[in-house]
C-alpha cells in the first residue's frame, strides 16, 4: 500500500470516528436532560406514545434489545406487514451497512462489507440465516420464509461464540408465529404490475388447553422483469418471474408452563421461467433498455424443498434445557442461459441437511446467566451441471464451442461444535461476558469433469476429455468473546466487546498436485466495538451507535475465472484468499415518535480494503491490494417518515422511505465494468386500517425512480449481470379475526 492511500484512509478513519463521537455526545445530552418513562408503559393522558420494547433472542435467551451489548437490529411483524416485506432482499435499507440480493436462485447476504458469492454446492455464506433458530446451509433456502412472521432479527459482527457456523459477518434469524390459545385467523391478497398475484393465509386453533395449530400458505406468481422473449429458440416467457407455494404448520404441546414441545413442518415449491441476467455494461441505468436481454433457450425452474424441526424446552429450578432438531430435503432442477453468450446451463441437485443442537441455559439470574451447548451438522448433495455451446473461453479458437460437464455425484459436508458462554453482573449496572466455542468441519467431494470442443454445429473436433474433480479438506478452530457493558441509567447503554469469527476453509474445480492447489484456507476475523444504546424524550426517542473494526486474515473472496490449472475451456467459480483485509465502519440507528409524525433513520459508514490481496495462482494474475471489497459501499442509509391520523373510523398511514448508497464494487477487481452507480431508491405506501384492525387496504410503490440495480455478477465467460426488482406498484387487502 502506498503512502498517499495510508494518509487517506487515516483521515477517513479520523473523520468518521469525530462523527460519531459528536453524535454519540449530541445523543447522550438529550438522554440526560430528557425525563423518562419505563418503555412499554402504558402512557397517561398527559404522555406521549412511547416505542415499543423489542425482546430479541441474539444470546440464546429473551431479552430487551436495548439491554442486549452487541449490534442487533429486530424488525417486527408489524414493520415487515407496513413495509411489504416479503422476502429477504425486502430488508435492504432496513438495516444499516446490511445488503442482500439474489444471484440466480441464491440470496447472498453481505455485513459489514463482508460476503460470500460461493453459491456452489461447497460454498458456504459468510452470514449464517436461521429459521426459528435452524442454521440453513444453502443460501437458496432464505428468499421464501417471510410469511406469518413475528420478527426478524440481524446481528452484525461475528457471531462464533452462539450462532455458530462459518459466521464471520452476522447471522440472520427469522422468527415466525407460534401456536397461541386462542382461535384467530388472516387473509391477505395482492395485485399489482407485471401481472403480480400474491396471496397469504393463516389459521391458529387451540385443539385443547395443552395442543394448539397454527398452519399459514403463501403464494406468489408474477411475469418476469427481465424482457428476454426470443421466439427464435423458442423463448416466449420473460425471465425472473415468480410462480412459488410455501406454506408451515406448527404444532405445539404444552402440558404446563415448564414444559413444552413444538412440532414443525414447512414445504416450498418454485415453478416458472427462473432466473436471468443481462449483459454489462447495462443499455441503461434506468428503465426496460437496461433490462433487456436475448436468451439462447427458454429458461424454466422446477425447484423443492421440505423441512421438518423439533424444539422441546424443560425448565426445572435454576436451568433451562433445550433441543433443536431439524432435516430439510430438496431437489433443484434449473435450466437457463448466460448473457451474451450461446451457452444453455442445467443445473440438478439434490441438497439435504440435518442438525442437532442441544443447550442448557440458567433461569434468569440477577448475578449470573450463563449457556452451554453442543451443535451438529451434516450436509449431502448429488449434482450435475452442464454448460453446453460455450463460444468465448480462453485457450479456445472463437471458431469453436466448448461444453462443460460438472458431474458430482458424492458431496459431503459436517461440522461438530461445543460452546459456553456467561455474563456476570459485577453491580446492578455493570456486566461482563465471555464465550468460547470449539468448531470442526469436514468437506469432501468426488466426481468428474468432462469438456467436448465442438464445431458450432454439434460435431466433436476432438475426443471428451475426463478430469477427476476429487477434493477433501478439515479444519478447526476455537473462537472467542469477550465484552462489558455498563448501564448508566436505566435507558442508556454503553458496552465494549473483542470477538472472533470463523469460515471453514474449502476446495473448487480440479485435484490438488505438486504444481496446482485448489485448496483455500479457512477464513478469520477479529472485530472490535464499542457501541451505546439509549432512549430519550419521554421513551420517543431511540438511538443506537456502533464503531468496530475488523481485522481479517485469508478472508475468502470467490468469484468467476478461468482454472488456475490452465486447462482449456475450463471456467470455475474460483475461491482464493486475501491475505490480509481490515474494515472501519460505524452504524447509526434511531426512531423518533415526534408530534408530526414518525422518522425513521440509519446510517453506514464503510472504509473496506483488502491490505494484501495477490494470490499467486491467479489467471490471469490479478494484484487485487489495496482494492475496495465488494458491496462495501463508504456511506449508505435510509430515512422513513410516516405519519398516521384517524379517518373514517380507522386509520389513515401514509409512510416514504428514502433508500440512498454511494458506489460499490461486485469483483475485488474493482473495474467499472462490475461497479454498481450509486443511486437512491424510493418506496411510498399508504394505508387504510379500519376499526380494531379488522381489515386494511394498502396501496404501495417500490423503487419510483426505476433504478436499474446490479444484484449479483454471473456469467461463464465474460461478467453478466443479475438486477433487482425494477419499480413495482399494487394494492394488498387483508383481514383477520
Given at each position: 500500500?502506498?503512502?498517499?492511500?495510508?494518509?487517506?484512509?487515516?483521515?477517513?478513519?479520523?473523520?468518521?470516528?469525530?462523527?460519531?463521537?459528536?453524535?454519540?455526545?449530541?445523543?447522550?445530552?438529550?438522554?440526560?436532560?430528557?425525563?423518562?418513562?419505563?418503555?412499554?408503559?402504558?402512557?397517561?393522558?398527559?404522555?406521549?406514545?412511547?416505542?415499543?420494547?423489542?425482546?430479541?433472542?441474539?444470546?440464546?435467551?429473551?431479552?430487551?434489545?436495548?439491554?442486549?451489548?452487541?449490534?442487533?437490529?429486530?424488525?417486527?411483524?408489524?414493520?415487515?406487514?407496513?413495509?411489504?416485506?416479503?422476502?429477504?432482499?425486502?430488508?435492504?435499507?432496513?438495516?444499516?451497512?446490511?445488503?442482500?440480493?439474489?444471484?440466480?436462485?441464491?440470496?447472498?447476504?453481505?455485513?459489514?462489507?463482508?460476503?460470500?458469492?460461493?453459491?456452489?454446492?461447497?460454498?458456504?455464506?459468510?452470514?449464517?440465516?436461521?429459521?426459528?433458530?435452524?442454521?440453513?446451509?444453502?443460501?437458496?433456502?432464505?428468499?421464501?420464509?417471510?410469511?406469518?412472521?413475528?420478527?426478524?432479527?440481524?446481528?452484525?459482527?461475528?457471531?462464533?461464540?452462539?450462532?455458530?457456523?462459518?459466521?464471520?459477518?452476522?447471522?440472520?434469524?427469522v422468527i415466525t408465529n407460534k401456536p397461541k390459545d386462542k382461535l384467530e385467523g388472516s387473509a391477505m391478497l395482492e395485485v399489482g404490475?407485471?401481472?403480480?398475484?400474491?396471496?397469504?393465509?393463516?389459521?391458529?386453533?387451540?385443539?385443547?388447553?395443552?395442543?394448539?395449530?397454527?398452519?399459514?400458505?403463501?403464494?406468489?406468481?408474477?411475469?418476469?422483469?427481465?424482457?428476454?422473449?426470443?421466439?427464435?429458440?423458442?423463448?416466449?416467457?420473460?425471465?425472473?418471474?415468480?410462480?412459488?407455494?410455501?406454506?408451515?404448520?406448527?404444532?405445539?404441546?404444552?402440558?404446563?408452563?415448564?414444559?413444552?414441545?413444538?412440532?414443525?413442518?414447512?414445504?416450498?415449491?418454485?415453478?416458472?421461467?427462473?432466473?436471468?441476467?443481462?449483459?454489462?455494461?447495462?443499455?441503461?441505468?434506468?428503465?426496460?433498455?437496461?433490462?433487456?436481454?436475448?436468451?439462447?433457450?427458454?429458461?424454466?425452474?422446477?425447484?423443492?424443498?421440505?423441512?421438518?424441526?423439533?424444539?422441546?424446552?424443560?425448565?426445572?429450578g435454576p436451568a433451562v434445557l433445550t433441543y433443536l432438531g431439524s432435516k430439510r430435503t430438496g431437489s433443484r432442477d434449473e435450466v437457463?442461459?448466460?448473457?451474451?453468450?450461446?451457452?444453455?446451463?442445467?443445473?440438478?441437485?439434490?441438497?439435504?441437511?440435518?442438525?442437532?443442537?442441544?443447550?442448557?441455559?440458567?433461569?434468569?439470574?440477577?448475578?449470573?446467566?450463563?449457556?452451554?451447548?453442543?451443535?451438529?451438522?451434516?450436509?449431502?448433495?448429488?449434482?450435475?451441471?452442464?454448460?453446453?455451446?460455450?463460444?468465448?473461453?480462453?485457450?479456445?479458437?472463437?471458431?469453436?464451442?466448448?461444453?462443460?460437464?460438472?458431474?458430482?455425484?458424492?458431496?459431503?459436508?459436517?461440522?461438530?461444535?461445543?460452546?459456553?458462554?456467561?455474563?456476570?453482573?459485577?453491580?446492578?449496572?455493570?456486566?461482563?461476558?465471555?464465550?468460547?466455542?470449539?468448531?470442526?468441519?469436514?468437506?469432501?467431494?468426488?466426481?468428474?469433469?468432462?469438456?467436448?470442443?465442438?464445431?458450432?454445429?454439434?460435431?466433436?473436433?476432438?475426443?471428451?476429455?475426463?478430469?477427476?474433480?476429487?477434493?477433501?479438506?478439515?479444519?478447526?478452530?476455537?473462537?472467542?468473546?469477550?465484552?462489558?457493558?455498563?448501564?448508566?441509567?436505566?435507558?442508556?447503554?454503553?458496552?465494549?466487546?473483542?470477538?472472533?469469527?470463523?469460515?471453514?476453509?474449502?476446495?473448487?474445480?480440479?485435484?490438488?498436485?505438486?504444481?496446482?492447489?485448489?485448496?483455500?484456507?479457512?477464513?478469520?476475523?477479529?472485530?472490535?466495538?464499542?457501541?451505546?444504546?439509549?432512549?430519550?424524550?419521554?421513551?420517543?426517542?431511540?438511538?443506537?451507535?456502533?464503531?468496530?473494526?475488523?481485522?481479517?486474515?485469508?478472508?475468502?473472496?470467490?468469484?468467476?475465472?478461468?482454472?488456475?490449472?490452465?486447462?482449456?475451456?475450463?471456467?470455475?467459480?474460483?475461491?482464493?484468499?486475501?491475505?490480509?483485509?481490515?474494515?472501519?465502519?460505524?452504524?447509526?440507528?434511531?426512531?423518533?415518535?415526534?408530534?408530526?409524525?414518525?422518522?425513521?433513520?440509519?446510517?453506514?459508514?464503510?472504509?473496506?480494503?483488502?491490505?494484501?490481496?495477490?494470490?499467486?495462482?491467479?489467471?490471469?494474475?490479478?494484484?487485487?491490494?489495496?482494492?475496495?471489497?465488494?458491496?462495501?459501499?463508504?456511506?449508505?442509509?435510509?430515512?422513513?417518515?410516516?405519519?398516521?391520523?384517524?379517518?373514517?373510523?380507522?386509520?389513515?398511514?401514509?409512510?416514504?422511505?428514502?433508500?440512498?448508497?454511494?458506489?460499490?464494487?461486485?469483483?475485488?477487481?474493482?473495474?467499472?465494468?462490475?461497479?454498481?452507480?450509486?443511486?437512491?431508491?424510493?418506496?411510498?405506501?399508504?394505508?387504510?386500517?379500519?376499526?380494531?384492525?379488522?381489515?386494511?387496504?394498502?396501496?404501495?410503490?417500490?423503487?419510483?425512480?426505476?433504478?436499474?440495480?446490479?444484484?449479483?455478477?454471473?456469467?461463464?465467460?465474460?461478467?453478466?449481470?443479475?438486477?433487482?426488482?425494477?419499480?413495482?406498484?399494487?394494492?394488498?387487502?387483508?383481514?383477520?379475526?
Amino acid at each position: 500500500m502506498n503512502t498517499n492511500t495510508s494518509v487517506s484512509r487515516t483521515c477517513q478513519t479520523k473523520t468518521l470516528t469525530l462523527a460519531v463521537l459528536a453524535a454519540i455526545a449530541g445523543s447522550t445530552a438529550l438522554s440526560v436532560s430528557a425525563q423518562t418513562t419505563p418503555t412499554g408503559a402504558a402512557p397517561s393522558a398527559d404522555k406521549k406514545p412511547q416505542i415499543e420494547t423489542i425482546t430479541v433472542t441474539a444470546q440464546k435467551r429473551k431479552e430487551d434489545a436495548q439491554k442486549t451489548p452487541l449490534a442487533v437490529t429486530s424488525v417486527s411483524g408489524e414493520e415487515i406487514a407496513e413495509q411489504g416485506v416479503r422476502n429477504a432482499r425486502d430488508l435492504n435499507g432496513l438495516v444499516p451497512n446490511v445488503v442482500i440480493n439474489t444471484n440466480a436462485t441464491a440470496t447472498e447476504f453481505t455485513i459489514r462489507g463482508i460476503t460470500s458469492t460461493n453459491n456452489t454446492e461447497i460454498g458456504n455464506p459468510a452470514v449464517g440465516f436461521h429459521l426459528d433458530g435452524v442454521y440453513l446451509a444453502r443460501p437458496q433456502s432464505a428468499g421464501l420464509a417471510f410469511f406469518d412472521v413475528e420478527r426478524v432479527e440481524v446481528l452484525r459482527g461475528p457471531q462464533g461464540t452462539l450462532w455458530g457456523r462459518n459466521v464471520t459477518a452476522g447471522a440472520i434469524n427469522v422468527i415466525t408465529n407460534k401456536p397461541k390459545d386462542k382461535l384467530e385467523g388472516s387473509a391477505m391478497l395482492e395485485v399489482g404490475n407485471y401481472d403480480s398475484r400474491r396471496s397469504e393465509f393463516m389459521i391458529n386453533a387451540p385443539v385443547n388447553d395443552v395442543f394448539a395449530i397454527r398452519a399459514a400458505l403463501a403464494t406468489e406468481k408474477r411475469d418476469g422483469y427481465l424482457i428476454s422473449q426470443n421466439p427464435a429458440v423458442g423463448a416466449t416467457k420473460n425471465a425472473d418471474d415468480a410462480d412459488t407455494t410455501a406454506a408451515r404448520l406448527h404444532a405445539l404441546i404444552e402440558p404446563n408452563k415448564n414444559f413444552s414441545i413444538l412440532l414443525t413442518a414447512d414445504t416450498m415449491r418454485a415453478r416458472g421461467v427462473g432466473y436471468g441476467t443481462v449483459a454489462l455494461p447495462l443499455a441503461s441505468t434506468s428503465g426496460n433498455a437496461g433490462r433487456t436481454t436475448t436468451p439462447s433457450l427458454q429458461p424454466r425452474l422446477a425447484n423443492n424443498e421440505d423441512g421438518y424441526s423439533a424444539e422441546v424446552n424443560w425448565s426445572f429450578g435454576p436451568a433451562v434445557l433445550t433441543y433443536l432438531g431439524s432435516k430439510r430435503t430438496g431437489s433443484r432442477d434449473e435450466v437457463n442461459f448466460s448473457a451474451p453468450n450461446t451457452a444453455r446451463t442445467a443445473y440438478r441437485g439434490s441438497p439435504e441437511q440435518t442438525s442437532h443442537e442441544l443447550r442448557l441455559a440458567s433461569a434468569n439470574n440477577k448475578t449470573l446467566n450463563w449457556v452451554v451447548g453442543a451443535y451438529t451438522i451434516k450436509e449431502s448433495d448429488d449434482i450435475s451441471l452442464t454448460a453446453e455451446n460455450i463460444n468465448a473461453l480462453a485457450g479456445v479458437p472463437a471458431t469453436l464451442r466448448v461444453s462443460l460437464s460438472f458431474l458430482q455425484p458424492q458431496v459431503s459436508q459436517k461440522a461438530n461444535a461445543v460452546f459456553g458462554q456467561a455474563t456476570f453482573a459485577a453491580t446492578d449496572s455493570l456486566k461482563f461476558t465471555a464465550g468460547l466455542r470449539s468448531t470442526r468441519d469436514e468437506l469432501s467431494r468426488v466426481g468428474r469433469n468432462l469438456t467436448t470442443i465442438t464445431l458450432p454445429n454439434g460435431t466433436p473436433v476432438a475426443p471428451t476429455t475426463t478430469a477427476p474433480n476429487n477434493a477433501s479438506v478439515s479444519s478447526s478452530k476455537v473462537n472467542w468473546r469477550v465484552a462489558a457493558d455498563y448501564s448508566m441509567d436505566k435507558d442508556t447503554l454503553l458496552y465494549g466487546s473483542v470477538a472472533t469469527g470463523y469460515k471453514a476453509g474449502g476446495f473448487f474445480d480440479g485435484v490438488r498436485s505438486a504444481n496446482f492447489d485448489n485448496t483455500f484456507k479457512p477464513e478469520n476475523v477479529t472485530t472490535y466495538e464499542a457501541g451505546l444504546k439509549m432512549r430519550a424524550l419521554d421513551g420517543t426517542l431511540r438511538t443506537n451507535i456502533a464503531v468496530f473494526r475488523s481485522d481479517f486474515k485469508d478472508l475468502q473472496v470467490s468469484y468467476r475465472g478461468p482454472s488456475p490449472s490452465g486447462i482449456a475451456g475450463s471456467f470455475i467459480t474460483l475461491t482464493q484468499n486475501a491475505a490480509e483485509a481490515t474494515i472501519n465502519g460505524a452504524e447509526i440507528e434511531s426512531r423518533w415518535l415526534s408530534a408530526i409524525g414518525r422518522f425513521d433513520l440509519s446510517l453506514a459508514f464503510l472504509d473496506a480494503k483488502y491490505d494484501s490481496f495477490d494470490p499467486p495462482n491467479a489467471n490471469p494474475r490479478v494484484n487485487n491490494t489495496g482494492n475496495t471489497l465488494i458491496k462495501s459501499p463508504k456511506t449508505s442509509g435510509n430515512l422513513a417518515y410516516q405519519y398516521n391520523w384517524p379517518f373514517a373510523g380507522g386509520d389513515l398511514n401514509a409512510r416514504i422511505s428514502m433508500f440512498f448508497t454511494e458506489k460499490y464494487y461486485l469483483q475485488p477487481t474493482n473495474i467499472a465494468l462490475t461497479t454498481q452507480p450509486a443511486y437512491q431508491r424510493t418506496d411510498v405506501s399508504l394505508t387504510y386500517i379500519a376499526n380494531k384492525e379488522a381489515w386494511y387496504v394498502q396501496a404501495y410503490g417500490k423503487n419510483l425512480e426505476n433504478k436499474n440495480v446490479i444484484a449479483g455478477i454471473g456469467g461463464l465467460a465474460a461478467p453478466n449481470a443479475f438486477l433487482a426488482p425494477p419499480r413495482t406498484y399494487g394494492v394488498r387487502v387483508g383481514f383477520k379475526f
